[in-house]
């Protein structure tokens, strides 16, 4: 098999097996950009505080889950973990719980369950925060992405022709990139 026709193939089989990450990483990227993250239901439960205040992960865990029982709430499935500030049960990407920081002299616990629709989301997964089948995936799809853009060069550089083109094509693309990216620091 030549080098050309190899190329051919990976490039065709690459682009169109990774064609719908492309566009969830374009779809979910340009809302994200123009500022539509999707939409996310959230109630919110109060309980009073017992003393001492939950300082451990398993007490906030405990707390999180009176909370939703005293209110006839099912818990959401997965681990509990330490996010910023905040305690969350479940995982972003689906029905969760937060429970909101308790400092001193607070009264009341608060946690608020979410909800987020299918397009919220797709944009957590595009940040990364859906877990590891997905990520492994992105990373793939990255690796993929620089196997097209490699076998689509090696395509066209064997014109002299095309390939004074590419070159000039790709010179203006770093400039380009380059003024952008100075422009938004």
């Known amino acids: 098999m030549s080098l050309a026709k190899f190329c051919r193939t990976i490039h065709a089989y690459l682009s169109i097996f990774f064609l719908p990450m492309a566009l969830i990483y374009t779809m979910t990227g340009i809302c994200y950009i ?18 001492p205040l939950p300082a451990s992960s398993e007490a906030k865990d405990a707390l999180v889950k009176k909370i939703l ?16 500030n905040q305690y969350v049960l479940g995982r972003p990407t689906s029905r969760h719980a937060v429970l909101e920081p308790i ?12 909800t987020p ?3 919220s989301r797709l944009v957590l997964l595009h940040k990364a925060k859906g877990g590891a089948p997905f990520n492994v ?3 793939a799809f990255g690796v993929a992405l620089l196997l097209i853009y ?20 790709f010179a203006g693309g770093l400039v380009i990139t380059v003024l952008v990216i100075l422009a938004s620091f």
Do not use: H, Q
């Open 34 to 51: 123009c500022g539509y993250a999707g939409k996310s239901e959230s109630v919110r439960y109060t309980a009073a505080i017992e003393t």
């Open 69 to 84: 029982s005293a209110n006839g709430i099912a818990c959401p499935s997965g681990e509990g973990r330490e996010l910023r």
């Open 103 to 114: 400092r001193d002299g607070m009264k009341e616990a608060k946690v608020v369950v979410n």
């Open 117 to 119: 629709d299918l397009f």
């Open 137 to 139: 995936f992105g990373i």
């Open 150 to 169: 490699v076998s689509g060069i090696f395509l066209f550089w064997a014109s002299l022709k095309v390939r004074m083109r590419l070159t000039l094509c």
